[in-house]
């Protein structure tokens, strides 16, 4: 028996469960809102929250960064193996499981309450930890210029376009979120829309990642398949 792992079944085996993701966060938005006054909150609403931590949405993102993580790694040990620079992805791998790791333990979550009660941040920078994450994120895109330059022309779109809507979830619209959420009269529906696409955008990036990455190997070393024995 064959199993063979490919590129756009993989794709689309992770936007399905996004969408689910998406569709039970936002019948959990609906209960809310025909259920007023919250008293008694179903545990399915909160297990499957996009903007709360420890559910089920954040697992599915940790294993996203953990597997863009394995991939990484695994692309880094076979250009290595043909004596062929290797650094670069190896450091990627890296800073995905920082990701991933930051993602369970929501690192940059308590980050924000130290920067904001230490800088008395507001606005678009109410939630904190964009300052310096953002800053991170462009010192790493200058570091890795020329790394994106050099790859193929596909994984080179494919990185970039992945990054760019990961980085608009995950600071652009968590900054708009900031802003909207601190600003007197703001509609807690308006909020959750903002936070659905925000997440929604996250978990998508990850996925054109993965699927990047899974094109770059199948070309560039060798097709996705095993033999398994019964």
Known sequence: MYIVISPGGTLKALL????????????????????????????????????????????????????????????????????????????????FIGLAIDETAALHENLTVYLRS????????????????????????????????RLPRATGVGFVVAGGLYLTGSLG????AGKYISSPGAQEITYSLLYTVEETFEMLGIALFIYALLKYITRTFVQLDYSVRG
Request: proline fraction near 4%.
């Open 16 to 95: 399905g469960i996004i969408l689910f993701l998406v569709i039970a966060s936002s019948l959990g938005v609906a209960w809310f809102i025909a259920y007023p006054p919250v008293e008694r909150v179903p545990l399915w609403v909160n297990l499957f929250n996009l903007n709360l931590e420890a559910n089920i949405p954040t697992l599915f993102s940790s294993l996203q960064l953990l597997a863009a993580s394995c991939l990484l790694f695994g692309i880094a040990h076979c250009h290595r193996a043909k004596q062929q620079a290797s650094f670069s992805w190896y450091l990627l791998g890296v800073i």
């Open 118 to 149: 230490t800088l008395g941040t507001s606005g678009y920078f109410y939630y904190a930890w964009v300052i310096p994450y953002g800053l991170a994120a462009l010192l790493l895109a200058v570091l890795f210029a020329n790394f994106l330059l």
């Open 173 to 176: 619209l968590e900054m708009l």
